[in-house]
């Protein structure tokens, strides 16, 4: 079965820290979606990334960036110089195939892990 | 702007009554979700559809059933409200194995 552990329940931080959100996967699937969302204070989720799991290249979209590797399973997030707007809970999420082959999009998502980021 | 919207961001209802709750997106996908949202749980597949008329029971099936006539509609019951389905409602859709486009959740309260 599919697994996604986000081990970090909360973390709290001061404005302008760096700060890593760890992501540990398990799954049989040869080719997977990774994807990391973030739910800010007014529920919404947003989408922030999706990754391909034949492409290991770490990612940087401004002050997030993305390491994912394989070996480990792993799919961390880190924001730099973190902000008060950064402030949410921050969702990691695996796809996966039912028996059929088939995805049909369906994700197993982690507990979440709260970021607080503290003036 | 891609959108997925649910009919109320609050609800209160009573134990027994029978609770829907719309969700609606524009962008015409196949596959749509509903799942509930419980503090230190994460999220929590109910049930999902990948064509009109077709569903499929996810993690937490039980109490809950789905409906979904048209493409940009699904619709998610409760048969007959319940304390413990006390809870965020959120819905998504989502193409093939792409991102999932999240709603901004129903907040339903079963007294």
């Known amino acids: 079965a599919q697994k996604v552990t986000q081990a970090q329940t909360e973390i709290s931080v001061v404005e302008k820290e760096d700060v890593t959100l760890d992501c540990v996967y398990e799954?049989?699937?040869?080719?997977?979606?990774l994807f990391w969302y973030k739910q800010p204070p007014s529920g919404e989720l947003v989408f922030l990334i999706r990754?391909?799991?034949?492409?290991?290249q770490n990612e940087i979209s401004g002050r997030y960036s993305w390491n994912f590797q394989k070996s480990t399973s792993s799919f961390n997030f880190t924001i730099t110089a973190s902000q008060v707007v950064d402030s949410a809970v921050y969702f990691c999420?695996?796809?996966?195939?039912?028996?059929?082959?088939?995805?049909?999009?369906?994700?197993?998502f982690g507990q979440g892990t709260i970021l607080t980021v503290h003036p | 702007d891609v959108k997925v919207t649910q009919s109320s961001r609050y609800l209160v209802k009573r134990t027994g009554e029978k609770v829907f709750l719309e969700c609606v997106q524009d962008?015409?996908?196949?596959?749509m979700f509903w799942y509930r949202q419980d503090p230190g749980l994460g999220l929590r597949l109910i049930y999902f559809?990948?064509?009109?008329?077709?569903?499929e029971k996810g993690d937490i099936p039980e109490g809950y059933s789905v409906s979904r006539e048209k493409k940009e509609r699904f619709s998610l019951i409760l048969e007959s409200a319940s304390t413990n389905q006390t809870s965020m409602y959120l819905c998504?859709?989502?193409?093939?194995?792409?991102?999932?486009?999240f709603g901004p959740g129903t907040r339903l309260t079963v007294t």
């Open positions: 559809s990948y064509d009109v008329k077709m569903k």
């Open positions: 999420a695996l796809s996966e195939l039912n028996a059929g082959g088939t995805s049909y999009g369906k994700l197993t």
């Open positions: 990754r391909n799991s034949f492409d290991e």
């Open positions: 799954t049989r699937d040869t080719t997977y979606y």
């Open positions: 998504a859709s989502s193409r093939d194995r792409d991102e999932q486009y």
């Open positions: 962008m015409d996908h196949e596959n």
